[in-house]
């Protein structure tokens, strides 16, 4: 397995995802108030997710590191830092998914981004599935567990415009 991975990339997409959150976030405190549940929640996701993603980059550097030193065993390296992107990624789309409700003031836009990005995800479950094997939907506990983080957010947005809180 470790012959076919690029770790690399993954360092690279790592410190850009930190740049992105870091800008999206200081962008979002210099113009946007932060007088409700749903910006606070962005912002929180936001610093989380800077939190992941940095540790998603010191993984894959420990992994790198691991693999220039002749260890062959660096799976639970790569997986830890493939949780933390991810859930760090899920982070990023569900703030994404808070401002755009926040920005237009309709539960449509929210609705439409996380819509989207649920489709992607099956759509890439089904292409990544091996051939002649049975599509299992979404039959990834990492996959799941972005989906239910994902589908609070909405939830959440969903209670703000019906002023329930």
Known sequence: ????????????????????????????????????????????????????????????????????????KIDHWIKFAEFSFGFAFTLVLSAFAFISYRIVDDIIAPSILLGSAWLIMISYSYLDAQPGQRFKGLSSMKRNTWFLIELGALILIYIDWLNIL
């Not at 749903?38 to 800077?50: G, H, P, S, T, Y």
């Open 1 to 72: 397995m470790t012959e076919n991975m690029n770790i690399k990339n993954w360092v690279e997409i790592s410190s850009v995802m930190i740049g992105v959150s870091l800008t999206v976030l200081t962008l979002i405190l210099g113009f946007l108030p932060i007088n409700s549940l749903i910006m606070r929640a962005c912002v929180w996701a936001l610093l989380v997710a800077v939190v992941l993603f940095t540790n998603a980059l010191t993984t894959n550097a420990k992994a790198l590191y691991e693999l220039s030193q002749g260890t062959e």
